[in-house]
T-cell receptor, first 110, second 115 residues
Framework: KQEVTQIPAALSVPEGENLVLNCSFT??????LQWFRQDPGKGLTSLLL?????REQTSGRLNASLDKSSGRSTLYIAASQPGDSATYLC?????????FGTGTRLTVIP | DTAVSQTPKYLVTQMGNDKSIKCEQN?????MYWYKQDSKKFLKIMFS???????INETVPNRFSPKSPDKAHLNLHINSLELGDSAVYFC??????????????FGAGSRLTVL
């Protein structure tokens, strides 16, 4: 069964720093990988979707990479802002659902 | 307009009660899901319906019963509530079942607290 792990569980950085969030998965036979953002008391917002044939996907200050063979993905956030503070989750699809990681809680300190 | 809406947003109830959480999506999606997020923030699939038919039923106590009157609605009924049922329940929808390129759209969550 697919297992998705995210490291670190929590991260605090000063505003302006670049940072990397890590996601690893055990079964590399995936169609795609998604990164989500969850704000406290809110639902999940999809940030980036990387297809299995892609190695990178970019949206604004966010860049996600995917290495299927090693079962890893990273989310790079450039020039972090206090508004980036949230929990970030990665997810990979199973037969009919998504397997989520446990998330990384990011705090960007002004 | 809210794409996936859940009601209620907060629910506080006593052990042993029966409660329901409702979910509606106006995206025209065929597939809807219920996920449970526990106190450690781990999201786990509970049920999935595709066009009103159950396609996923994970190891969930049979006190939990989903109902899909049409493909735009997926309600979750919970009987004999227990303390361990306290969690945030998320509804989601997608064009077709996951495994393809489709993205899930999530509701804002329903926080259930059992006292």
């Amino acid at each position: 069964k697919q297992e998705v792990t995210q490291i670190p569980a929590a991260l605090s950085v000063p505003e302006g720093e670049n940072l990397v969030l890590n996601c690893s998965f055990t079964d590399s036979a995936i169609y795609n990988l998604q990164w989500f953002r969850q704000d406290p008391g809110k639902g999940l917002t999809s940030l980036l979707l990387i297809q299995s044939s892609q190695r990178e996907q970019t949206s604004g200050r966010l860049n996600a990479s995917l290495d299927k063979s090693s079962g890893r993905s990273t989310l790079y956030i450039a020039a972090s802002q206090p508004g980036d503070s949230a929990t970030y989750l990665c997810a990979v699809p199973g037969a009919n659902n998504l397997f989520f990681g446990t998330g990384t809680r990011l705090t960007v300190i002004p | 307009d809210t794409a996936v809406s859940q009601t209620p947003k907060y629910l506080v109830t006593q052990m042993g009660n029966d409660k329901s959480i409702k979910c509606e999506q106006n995206l025209g999606h065929d597939t809807m899901y219920w996920y449970k997020q526990d106190s450690k923030k781990f999201l786990k699939i509970m049920f999935s319906y595709n066009n009103k038919e159950l396609i996923i039923n994970e190891t969930v106590p049979n006190r939990f019963s989903p109902k899909s009157p049409d493909k735009a609605h997926l309600n979750l009924h919970i009987n004999s509530l227990e303390l361990g049922d306290s969690a945030v329940y998320f509804c989601a929808s997608s064009q077709v079942p996951q495994g393809t390129a489709n993205v899930l759209t999530f509701g804002a969550g329903s926080r259930l607290t059992v006292l």
